[in-house]
């Protein structure tokens, strides 16, 4: 079982930063994808960055050159630095990991006014 503890969201102006945490805890061998996705007031969730055990990302076309994920393995802990904020990052932001199966944080609320 992995435990996924978010922190970091908050309220910013639009234009400022902010970094997001997420650590895993729990009995498991390896992590291996982690990321993180969001979800908007009426939209689906979506992918906003992953990033796999050896460091290859992906990231979401609205955040690319805005956001950047990184990951300590040995700390089984995710990062995603946002940049340049927008309202429309308004989202609740939630870490995801893979180890055997699919597991979800609780989610952090992340709001951007303009």
């Known amino acids: 079982q992995v435990q996924l503890l978010e922190s970091g969201g908050g309220l910013v102006q639009a234009g400022e930063s902010l970094r997001l945490s997420c650590a895993a805890s729990g009995t498991f061998f390896a992590i291996n994808d982690m990321g993180w996705y969001r979800q908007a007031p009426g939209k689906q969730r979506e992918l906003v960055a992953s990033i796999t055990r050896r460091g290859t990302t992906n990231y979401a076309d609205s955040v690319k050159g805005r956001f950047t994920i990184s990951r300590d393995n040995a700390k089984n802990t995710v990062f995603l630095q946002m940049n340049s904020l927008k309202p429309e990052d308004t989202a609740v932001y939630y870490c995801?990991?893979?180890?055997?199966?699919?597991?979800w944080g609780q989610g952090t609320q992340v709001t951007v006014s303009s």
């Open positions: 995801n990991a893979y180890a055997r199966r699919a597991y």
